[in-house]
């Protein structure tokens, strides 16, 4: 299954109004992931360019088909007395080396002083402190 990333097209599309994909759900391991980001700059009603941090920690993961998701809910930072809400549910997961992984988040943020801003970013890798038991610290 491909995405869609146009903008006003991100990955909550293809889930349902509880986050869930549309296809069989359940939890997997219990793991969140923290992100960080930009968004991109807009102008609000004052004609002034700018642009806000985002960061969080998803929600627990939700199986989707032969992976899963994470759902995204934060607030941006604050500029000229506005912010804007991040509801979201991220990509499916992407491995990387060493069997951790991360996922893709591509949305925009609600409407608030007449604009949104549009945002592009993976998450952290899941659990990046964990030390295997047979380690010592």
């Not at 909550?12 to 997997?28: D, I, P, R, T």
């Not at 604009?115 to 030390?131: A, C, Q, R, S």
């Amino acid at each position: 299954m491909g995405y869609n990333f146009k903008k006003g097209k991100n990955y909550k599309e293809h889930y349902s109004g509880n986050n869930q994909c549309a296809e069989k759900c359940v939890l997997v391991k219990n793991h969140n992931h923290e992100f960080l980001s930009s968004t991109d700059y807009a102008k609000d009603e004052e004609c002034i360019i700018h642009n806000h941090r985002i960061a969080g920690v998803t929600g627990p993961a939700i199986r989707c088909g032969n992976s899963h998701v994470h759902k995204i809910e934060t607030l941006t930072d604050t500029f000229c007395d506005h912010f804007h809400s991040v509801c979201d549910t991220t990509g499916p997961a992407i491995s990387l080396p060493g069997g951790k992984h991360i996922h893709l988040v591509k949305g925009e943020t609600s409407v608030n002083d007449g604009h949104d801003h549009d945002y592009f970013f993976t998450t952290l890798i899941e659990d990046p402190t964990n030390v295997p038991n047979d380690k010592d610290c």
